[in-house]
């Protein structure tokens, strides 16, 4: 099987290929311009993406929308969460702000929804996969890619995000249980 996936991010992509395994990924479409993230919520994000590419493609399209919410600032930055430092921010600067508005051992969440799109059969559906964890005293380990180095899951107290193995990080991830959701519901079809 193969899937349109709509995102430009090149550790996504490959986050994906490991998530979906046997899944190929069709890569997207010469001039293909990713929609603006309008939505107020990650369904909505995900469904924009997902929505833009089936509609360019003609064939079924997922994309996901994901992000970190931290309970000392109401859920933000949720939704914005790559743009949270500014529009054209890097991941380095969203982690120090992240470092900056909170504290050791602040609750935070992380949280993905893929939507699935299929124009010709008409359907939609979303799937969501959320891990729960605290803020690390400091940023620590090279794997994964985000706020990874500042998030200490609650499967793996005292290590990182980016500390885990890939696979220990794909068990509990928002993105490898939003992933699982999606390809059980595939295989089921």
Known sequence: ????????????????????????????PEGFQMPEETGESFAENALIKARALAQATGEAAIADDSGICVERLGGRPGVRSARWAGEEATDEENLQLL???????????????IAWVDPAAGEERTFEGRCG??????????????????FEPSEFPGRTMAELE???KDAISHRGLAARE???WLEGR
Do not use: I
């Open 1 to 28: 099987m193969a899937l349109r996936l709509a995102t430009g991010n090149p550790h996504k992509l490959r986050e994906f290929e490991g998530l979906l395994d046997g899944v190929g990924f069709v890569g997207l």
């Open 99 to 113: 470092l900056e508005s909170t504290e050791p051992g602040d609750r935070l969440e992380y949280v993905c929804v």
């Open 133 to 150: 964890g605290r803020r690390s005293a400091q940023p620590r380990g090279s794997g994964g890619f985000g706020y990874d180095p500042a």
């Open 166 to 168: 890939p696979g220990e």
């Open 182 to 184: 999606l390809r059980d």
